[in-house]
């Protein structure tokens, strides 16, 4: 029976935070998605599991963003939208929903006669 609740308990806390990635996705315009199987494939990883699912599934993203930044950004993300969702269980929506945006400033997109985007890293965040 002890067992069970804290099976229960655990199962619950990884889909909380598996939910909050997946918040944290959406608020900064990343079309992903972890299912449980994601979650728990990545987890295999420890703290790296961002780190991984970028370098493996969105390297593409590595281009024009170092690795450091993206993770910070996702993680900072991920810890908004798990508070807000702990402080406010009652709603399953997404802590913000920016969908709409997308991490790469306007008029950076590379054109097929324009420069490289500029990559962006954490100091660039700083002022």
Request: glycine share 4%; proline share 3%.
């Given at each position: 029976?002890?067992?069970?609740?804290?099976?229960?308990?655990?199962?619950?806390?990884?889909?909380?935070?598996?939910?909050?990635?997946?918040?944290?996705?959406?608020?900064?315009?990343?079309?992903?998605?972890?299912?449980?199987?994601?979650?728990?494939r990545?987890?295999?990883?420890?703290?790296?599991?961002?780190?991984?699912?970028?370098?493996?599934?969105?390297?593409?993203?590595?281009?024009?963003?170092?690795?450091?930044?993206?993770?910070?950004?996702i993680?900072?993300?991920?810890?908004?939208?798990?508070?807000?969702?702990?402080?406010?269980?009652?709603?399953?929506?997404?802590?913000?929903?920016?969908?709409?945006?997308?991490?790469?400033?306007?008029?950076?997109?590379?054109?097929?006669?324009?420069?490289?985007?500029?990559?962006?890293?954490?100091?660039?965040?700083?002022?």
């Amino acid at each position: 029976m002890l067992k069970a609740l804290l099976d229960n308990t655990a199962t619950d806390r990884a889909d909380q935070t598996r939910h909050a990635y997946n918040a944290a996705f959406e608020e900064l315009g990343l079309s992903w998605h972890w299912d449980s199987a994601t979650y728990a494939r990545l987890q295999a990883d420890g703290r790296d599991a961002v780190r991984t699912y970028l370098e493996t599934e969105q390297s593409h993203l590595l281009r024009a963003y170092e690795a450091d930044f993206l993770v910070e950004a996702i993680e900072a993300a991920r810890a908004r939208c798990h508070a807000s969702r702990t402080s406010n269980r009652a709603s399953l929506a997404p802590c913000a929903s920016w969908s709409g945006s997308s991490l790469a400033p306007a008029g950076s997109r590379n054109t097929k006669n324009s420069a490289p985007a500029q990559r962006y890293s954490p100091t660039a965040l700083q002022t």
